[in-house]
């Protein structure tokens, strides 16, 4: 009996070992390195944050064309935090009345952020620019909890009606002349480029019209042959 389930036990341990020497063999035959990135691309999706951020223009570009009236439909979103009243109070966040020139987290009563009153300079075009499309970007650590518009038109709508809530509001930047002139330059319109117009052919006189040309040569064979009567 005991000899039975010795040879028993002895091939249950020769079948795992088999079992598992296989398992490794198969491992390193079929062995395949993990992707540095996950997933696969689909044809026609763009990828997100690719495009996006190399197509974006300095924010002048969306300034010369911002509309304050769209902007305060956007700024109502932060009503509950902000107000651009002239004298008007803080709240959760600071008045935003006369806040281009301004300097970054400073005065107004208000208890700035480390992040934000350590920041320094003075509220321009592009700062603020930067701090509405990512608060916590342009000064980490803040206590904007905000997510930011990653739309540039939206952001250069907003900073125009903040600059219209001001004593002296500035004019609207024009866009680079650089970036201007890159948008005006269309393909095909230059010297030499897309379809010419073909300059008017000679039209014959009517006399002329339908008489076959003589040649200058005096090649006889071009002269049309002359048939005498019998």
Known sequence: MDDRF??????VLFAGIVALGSSIVAGEMFHSERPEKMGYPIAGVEQEGEGAAA???????????????KGQ??????????NADKGGANQLGPNLWDVLGEPIGQGKGFAFSDAL?????????????QWL???KAFAPGTKMTFAGLSNPEDRAN???????????????PAAPAAVADASSAKPGTGPGNGPQKAEKEPVPPASL??????????????????TTKP
């Open 6 to 11: 010795n040879t028993i036990a002895g091939w």
């Open 55 to 69: 197509a974006e223009q300095p924010i002048e570009v969306y300034l010369a064309k911002a509309d304050p009236a």
């Open 73 to 82: 439909q956007i700024f109502n979103k932060c009503a509950a935090c902000h």
């Open 117 to 129: 009153s350590k920041k320094g300079g003075t509220w321009d075009w592009d700062k603020l620019s």
């Open 133 to 135: 499309s990512s608060p």
């Open 158 to 172: 907003v900073i125009a009606f903040l600059n219209a809530h001001s004593d002296a509001p500035k004019p609207l």
């Open 209 to 226: 019209a339908g008489k076959t040309p003589q040649t200058s040569g005096g090649d006889a064979s071009a002269q049309p042959s002359k």
